[in-house]
């Protein structure tokens, strides 16, 4: 039987909408995702910071300027943006 493809979910990836990126104090930038393959102790999956291509997208700049807000600066994170992925 051959194999299923999988396909994103709606949200998700970068070929979806928005993302947040954080500009760090080196000048990097890095872009946030969900990581479902690790768990903190109460059980919520990890939310972490990565590669363009494993940005969470979100469906409107709404959204994700409202999680955007959220998100604290400190010597290491300056500035968080939001963008738009192609």
């Not at 990097?28 to 479902?36: K, T």
């Not at 604290?72 to 300056?78: G, H, V």
Request: aromatic share 8%; glycine share 10%; charged share 25%.
């Amino acid at each position: 039987m051959p194999k299923k493809k999988r396909t994103r979910e709606a949200g998700t990836g970068p070929s979806h909408g928005w993302a947040i990126v954080v500009r760090l104090a080196n000048g990097s930038r890095a872009y946030y995702y969900i990581d479902e393959r690790h768990r903190d102790a109460a059980g919520n999956p990890l939310e972490c910071w990565g590669r363009k291509s494993q940005a969470l997208g979100f469906a409107s700049e709404g959204e994700a300027r409202s999680l955007a807000t959220q998100m604290l600066t400190n010597s290491s994170a300056k500035e968080y943006e939001v963008v738009r992925l192609p």
